[in-house]
């Protein structure tokens, strides 16, 4: 080839044998050393997004306070009833035997003993409650002359709350802790007055050997008040049961006052 030829073929890259792109292995291509140019990608706009609608936080509402209305004082009264507290007739109407299971609520549940009547926190209490609480004294039979009933107590639990009647004016149920030391089933008349007739009598003061907790001729003469000549007086049928319960060395407590 003339010099002339070879220096203007190699001057305008030639046609020849063509020679290996050394980065990319490939044909180096036509022209003058041509490269692929990547250019800027197309321009997005993110979709449009909607936010999430919110609902407010709803206001608290207070609740309504409470009212002694007479469904309301019914449905202390049958709540009491259902819980083992004998109140009479549930009409809704706070009576003298409504007294006495109020009064025993107080006491099992460590409130101040009294014979009062109803109030709101009361109310709410034991409207609130589903079960009775734990016992918080020993086993036993447990006689509270304020509210004029009787307790019993067995493995922990209150089992029983039922009317009584203790010592009237001028006679005495003393007051104290003793311990049941001699049973006598069915009828028997008392040793002190006679044609007073005591069922399934329990005795329990060594010291005043003719005290005794016992059933009576007729439940009229288990009064809401103290009206004994000095035994405590207990309403039949559920002295028979508590009879059958009660072993010789059982815990009995008397306490308060009419």
């Given amino acids: 080839m003339p010099i002339l030829e070879a220096i203007e073929e190699s001057l305008s890259g030639g046609h020849g044998a063509g020679t290996k792109d050394a980065c990319h292995g490939g044909d180096a291509g036509h022209g003058m050393g041509s490269t692929e140019r990547i ?3 197309p321009a997005t706009t993110p979709p449009a997004t909607t936010p999430p609608a919110t609902t407010p936080p709803a206001k608290p509402t207070k609740p309504k306070p409470l009212k002694l209305t007479k469904t ?6 049958k709540k009491l009833d259902h819980l083992g507290l004998p109140t009479g007739t549930v009409d809704g109407t ?3 035997r409504t007294h006495q299971a109020l009064c025993a609520w107080r006491d099992i549940s460590g409130l101040t003993l009294n014979r009062k009547g109803l109030d709101v926190p009361l109310a709410t209490s034991i409207l609130g409650t589903t079960k009775l609480p734990k016992a918080d004294r020993p086993d036993g039979i447990y006689v509270d002359k304020t509210c004029q009933v009787l307790i019993q107590v067995v493995k922990g639990k209150y089992k029983r709350i039922v009317w009584v009647s203790t010592a009237a004016a001028g006679y005495n149920t003393p007051n104290g802790t003793g311990h049941v030391w001699k ?5 028997h008349e008392s040793s002190l007055y006679k044609d007073a007739y005591m069922y399934d009598a329990m005795y329990f003061r060594t010291d005043r050997p003719a005290i005794a907790l016992h059933g009576s001729v007729t439940n009229d003469l288990v009064h809401t008040y103290p009206n004994s000549h000095g035994c405590v007086r207990v309403w039949r049928p ?3 049961s508590i009879f059958a319960e009660t072993k010789v060395g059982t815990l009995v407590k008397v306490y308060g006052k009419y």
């Fill in 39 to 41: 250019g800027n990608p």
């Fill in 72 to 77: 309301v004082l019914k449905s202390v009264e």
């Fill in 94 to 96: 706070i009576s003298t």
């Fill in 183 to 187: 049973k006598i089933s069915g009828w």
């Fill in 238 to 240: 559920t002295v028979a």
